[in-house]
């Protein structure tokens, strides 16, 4: 059974209980985060925040602006970039759901950083040892049966956990039930391949703040794993194309060097 997480952005009053709450549960309360220039909400997800609300205003029919709270985090894609790139397979997809991450077995290469199209995991530019660090789904809670920290603190029911499939019949529902309330998508669903974060928003998600990836509005349906392994894939072949060319080189450097010496020698005779 695949978990997952459904967002209904219209429900969401920016509280930030699901903040406290993922600080709380990953021992994180007391470290020090970047915050905005009020100084009330943290400026982005870091190494130290897993989950962050994000604050947008948008112009309604009308003219008027309207607030929306949107809780970014990590996507926890069915099938993750970060982990198709991993050379030492530090990220891996769970059957559950969750995008783990294994610190014993990471190099600090950072590729996932650069693969995520969600730009999600992050460095500990801080730290003298760094490691990578992103939400897991709560996957720790997850195996003993609790849902994770964020959805079980939402006083609206904004955040929902449960199996994934259920929660997509759930959206469209509510959709369906309600289609002047909602943009008839579910992001997450098809999104990048599929992930089990989903969101149901009244405008579109690009404005928001759900799209990324340098200036793309859509990331698309198909997996960005696709474009991981065809470069991984090379990795062995430019490796070898390098080690040849390295070898080619220092045999014509050590037959030059062969020749001027025996030239050396003849001018001596000389």
């Keep these: ?11 969401c ?5 699901c ?6 549960w990953n021992s994180l309360a007391s470290v020090p985060a970047v915050f905005s220039d009020s100084g009330s909400n943290p400026r982005y ?5 897993f989950t962050r609300v994000i604050f947008r205003e948008v112009d309604g029919a009308e003219g008027e602006v309207k607030w929306h709270f949107v809780k970014r985090q990590c996507m926890h894609c069915e099938d993750p970039a970060c982990a198709s790139v991993c050379p030492v397979g530090a990220m891996k997809k ?3 759901g969750p995008v783990t991450y294994d610190d014993s077995k990471c190099m600090g290469c950072r590729y996932c950083l650069m693969a995520c199209p969600f730009q999600i995991p992050k460095f500990q530019w801080e730290s003298a040892v760094p490691l990578v660090r992103k939400c897991t789904f709560c996957a720790d809670r997850q195996a003993i049966g609790l849902a ?4 079980s603190t939402c006083p609206m029911g904004a955040l929902v956990f449960g199996e994934k499939e259920a929660l997509v019949k759930d959206a469209w529902r509510r959709i369906k039930d309600h289609p002047n309330k909602y943009v008839p998508q579910v992001y997450g669903e098809k999104t990048v391949g599929g992930a089990s974060m989903m969101y149901l928003s009244s405008v579109p998600f690009d404005l928001i703040g759900l799209q990324l990836r340098g200036l793309r509005t859509d990331l698309g349906d198909v997996p960005f794993t696709l474009q991981g392994r065809e470069w991984m894939g090379n990795v062995p072949f430019i490796a070898l194309a390098v080690g040849g060319a390295t070898l080619a080189l220092y045999r014509f450097n050590q037959r030059r060097a062969r020749v001027e010496a025996l030239k050396e020698k003849s ?3 000389k």
Excluded: E, F, H, Y
């Design 94 to 96: 769970t059957k559950q």
């Design 267 to 269: 001018d001596d005779r």
């Design 13 to 17: 009053i920016g509280c930030r209980s």
């Design 1 to 11: 059974m695949v978990n997952g997480m459904l967002i209904d952005t219209t429900r």
């Design 148 to 151: 994770p920290a964020c959805a």
């Design 19 to 24: 903040q406290v709450a993922c600080k709380n």
């Design 45 to 49: 997800l870091s190494s130290n925040t």
